[in-house]
């Protein structure tokens, strides 16, 4: 049984998220889309609130809340800009996480503090041009020379990558009976052989930073892999397992504030001597969005609830992140079907709701993927 009565401290915490969204982020969200913008400012603001540390333990700098305080942030953030929020959702999910699950004692001192305090921002390199959902197809090779690393290959899309100034970077140590052994890297941004290539020019989340990293006879210490040589894909899998519940936040998020603005404007507008919100056909169509949105909140919701409680939440992590991802596109289609053309026009933040929606399918697993996930799991039961 999972309780979803929020606690004082959760709700505190939720509103506090939820001001400075609106106060400091809402405000110049439009723009930072329109010119492609990482909010600097924002983010050093996040960093004196301590939203760079949320589910970080107190002993390493962070702010010791849990899974769910971290959703419940990263909602907040995406009803206003999902750039924002996917740039705190993977400096927190794929970065400080498995350090605070495999890394050593070291590396949790040296950083999880760093990037609790905002010092570092995190990145996740996993994907290359040609290794995508098939995560074990990956070409970047680690080669091990005496007490080092060296680091050759290119990775693609990667969120915050231009600006982290630490980067999980998973590569292949070695082959064996035609299998490749993947291990982890945790890599310094001003480590020689590390370089940004090209930003992306993205449909959607225009104010993330994503881009290339090329790693050319990158020397890493030894002592900066993540768990032990060969164990990566374990972690990847466990890390993606917990992070697919901030991207159905994120999914969340943005489509509560895609109804928002279609109720508002449904009530505004007038088409025949009365405001849109009086005909069937809408009061249908924003009935079936708020119905969804619920159903994903309480997914999304039950899978953070489960991890805190140390559960295996693999099946319910991707079932959150399928259905709130595809939930989320038919609410915002919706949303500016009610805005009719005045939805298609980027004065309107739907616009740009409609946009941001689309890539939340595919990143971090597909939905393909997620149903594979899902069924695999059902099959052991």
Known sequence: ???????????????????????????????????????????????????????????????????????????????????????????????????????????????????????????????????????????????????????????TFITNGGVAGLVLVAAVTAKRDSKKEISLFLVERDTPGFQVGKKEDKMGLRASNTVELIFENCRVPASNMLGREGEGLKILLSTLSISRIGVAAQSLGLARAALGAALSYAQERQQFNQPLAHFQAIQFMVADMATEIEAAALLTYRAAVLKDQGKRVDKESSMAKLFASEMVQRVVSSALQIHGGYGYIKEYDVERFYRDARVMSIYEGTSEIQRIVISRALMRN
């Open 1 to 155: 049984m999972v309780n979803f009565d929020f606690s004082e401290e959760h709700i505190m915490f939720r509103d506090m998220v939820h001001d400075f969204a609106m106060n400091e982020l809402k405000p110049i969200a439009g723009q930072l889309d329109r010119e492609a913008r990482f909010p600097v400012e924002i983010i050093s603001k996040m960093k004196d609130l301590g939203l760079l540390g949320i589910n970080t333990p107190e002993q390493y700098g962070g702010s010791g809340l849990d899974e769910l305080g971290l959703i419940l942030a990263i909602e907040e953030l995406a009803k206003v800009c999902a750039s924002t929020a996917i740039t705190i959702a993977v400096h927190h999910s794929v970065v400080q996480n498995p350090i605070k699950v495999f890394g050593t004692e070291e590396q949790k001192n040296t950083y999880l503090r760093a990037l609790a305090s905002g010092e570092y921002l995190g990145a996740f390199a996993l994907t290359e041009p040609n290794a995508g959902s098939d995560a074990a197809s990956i070409a970047m090779t680690a080669v091990r020379d005496a007490d080092s690393y060296l680091l050759n290959g290119t990775k």
